[in-house]
């Protein structure tokens, strides 16, 4: 079987499975497994797959056919640029936390004078806490998880990328497993906001993959901005900032949480779609 056979007879499985973007997900598959770039398989269409490639590729498009995401599949992804591993005990990162995580390094950097601090709450893969200390040579950042296996992985992602010594891992439930006293420039999150009635309603990708725990936001999906807005500002900064990710279509509700625990909202900032996905707040 040559590439292009490959490609095509795979695309055709994957449409059957319902799998979005069959095409771009079967050339991204075949790619890893020719440790080629994508665009590089258009130069080898003619080229025969060997035994061994063939079965190996068989086995990742059943893999993604059964809607085991592609990034589990490959074991990696790209955030802001750096590599990041994934697995089942860490949700994968998601393009709009990009933008979070990069309002998070430039406020961050304008304080860099000092030694800036940040908290990421809910870290998950610590893909926001290394994008923070890779940007920031000067700032230390907190990574906190109520998943140990959530913050191993986090670990591991933070030595490979070289940014280990400037985060501490804290393993516990909310602001319970701080210091009382210690402050934040950045208090940063994205936290689990679907609510538990809709998590059923979610692609296999995500409901059967991520951590449930890193999706449950409660009944309706905001139990975490109660808890952060009621909970928060100890541990910030005078002149420090909290900034939040939320679902779409969660902006109002989000607002007036933090408002009437007399928060000052800054600013809402939306996705690549334009929709309002991050909120900047003082207090
Ligand atoms: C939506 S994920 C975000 C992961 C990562 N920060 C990101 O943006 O990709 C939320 C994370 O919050 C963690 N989490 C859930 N409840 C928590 C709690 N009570 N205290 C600390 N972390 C919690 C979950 O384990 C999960 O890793």
Redesign the pocket.
């Known amino acids: 079987m040559t590439v292009l056979e490959a490609i095509q007879k795979s695309t055709e499985f994957l449409v059957k499975k319902g799998v979005e973007s069959p095409r771009l997900q079967t050339e991204l598959l075949l790619a890893h497994l020719l440790k080629m770039p994508r665009m590089k398989l258009y130069l080898n269409f003619d080229r025969v797959l060997t035994a061994p490639e063939t079965d190996s590729l068989r086995e990742l498009i059943k893999r993604r056919g059964q809607r085991e995401p592609l990034q589990h599949i490959v074991g990696s992804t790209s955030f802001c640029g750096y590599e990041i591993a994934v697995s089942r005990h860490?949700?994968i990162?998601?393009p709009e936390?990009e933008i979070l995580a990069e309002l998070g390094w430039k406020f961050l950097s304008t304080r860099n004078l000092q030694p800036s601090t940040a908290l990421?709450?809910?870290?998950?893969?610590g893909?926001?806490a290394i994008s923070l200390a890779a940007k920031c040579p000067n700032a230390q950042i907190t990574a906190?998880?109520?998943?140990a296996d959530?913050l191993a992985l986090a670990k591991q992602n933070a030595f490979q990328n070289q940014v280990a010594e400037r985060i501490e891992f804290l393993h516990?439930?909310?602001f319970s497993a701080l210091k009382y006293g210690t402050e934040f420039d950045l208090l940063i999150?994205?936290?689990?906001?679907i609510a538990s009635a809709e998590i059923e309603t979610l692609d296999p990708e995500v409901k059967d993959f991520d951590?449930r725990?890193?999706?449950d936001g409660g009944a309706d999906g905001l139990d975490?901005y109660r808890r952060l807005a009621a909970q928060a500002k100890p541990f910030l900064k005078v002149d420090g900032k909290i900034m939040l990710?939320f679902g779409d279509g969660q902006a109002d509700d989000i607002k007036k949480i933090l408002e009437n625990e007399k928060w000052i909202v800054e600013a809402v900032q939306e996705d690549y779609s334009h929709r309002a996905r991050i909120l900047i707040a003082h207090k």
């Not at 990421?120 to 893969?125: A, E, P, R, S």
Request: hydrophobic share 30%.
């Open positions: 860490g949700l990162p998601r936390t990421d709450f809910g870290t998950g893969t893909c926001i906190l998880d109520v998943s959530a516990g439930d909310g999150s994205n936290p689990p906001y951590p725990g890193a999706l975490f990710e």
